[in-house]
């Protein structure tokens, strides 16, 4: 069973900071990772696909590496602003299933 | 291009109640299905998925049954909720090709008093 962690919890940074958030996950048999943003009350939104072939991944000041053999993912933030604030979720697809990690909560100070 | 549709939005609904939440996706044929669940302070769950019509995959024994009436149509439902199935249920649907990303709706808010 696919099991994913995301560290940290939480974070809090002033504007212009990049952000950092980590993903690992134990079953390296991944089709692909996908990051996801939750606004508080709100569904998901996709903000990045990695297919298991690809290193990274990138879009305007997001960047998501993939590492299969170590099971971990990184999502960048390049110089952050309070729109930013939301948890940021990273989930593993196997097996017809996408497993999902407890999430990241950012919130960015103006 | 293809959408999902997910209602409603909110319920409140008393114990022992029955239940029915419908997700539909429009513009793509034979999708994979799901149902997830958030509950307050805890991570996403998968509920249920649906590679098929009729085809229904449980992955939580638990008071909640789906159904997959139509292709692209994934209902969930419930004779009679319990307290402990409030939460944010999720729709999702996946093109079922190893390379697709997966689409989640807007979610409804369930309450259960």
């Known amino acids: 069973k696919q099991e994913v962690t995301q560290i940290p919890a939480a974070l809090s940074v002033p504007e212009g900071e990049n952000l950092v958030l980590n993903c690992s996950f134990t079953d390296s048999a991944i089709y692909n990772l996908q990051w996801f943003r939750q606004d508080p009350g709100k569904g998901l939104t996709s903000l990045l696909l990695?297919?298991?072939?690809?290193r990274e991944q990138t879009s305007g000041r997001l960047n998501a590496s993939l590492d299969k053999s170590s099971g971990r993912s990184t999502l960048y933030i390049a110089a952050s602003q309070p729109g930013d604030s939301a948890t940021y979720l990273c989930a593993g697809a196997n097996d017809y299933k996408l497993s999902f990690g407890a999430g990241t909560t950012v919130t960015v100070r103006a | 291009s293809q959408t999902i549709h997910q209602w409603p939005a909110t319920l409140v609904q008393p114990v022992g109640s029955p239940l029915s939440l419908e997700c539909t996706v429009e513009g793509t044929s034979n999708p994979n299905l799901y149902w997830y669940r958030q509950a307050a302070g805890r991570g996403l769950q998968l509920l249920f998925y649906?590679?098929?019509?009729?085809?229904i995959s449980s992955e939580v024994p638990q008071n909640l049954s789906a159904s997959r009436p139509q292709d692209r149509q994934f209902i969930l439902s419930s004779k009679k909720l319990l307290l402990s199935d409030s939460g944010f249920y999720l729709c999702?649907?996946?093109?079922?090709?190893?390379?697709?990303?997966?689409?989640f709706g807007s979610g409804t808010r369930l309450t259960v008093v």
């Open positions: 999702a649907w996946n093109a079922g090709r190893e390379n697709y990303g997966y689409t």
């Open positions: 990695i297919q298991s072939s690809q």
């Open positions: 649906s590679v098929g019509i009729g085809q």
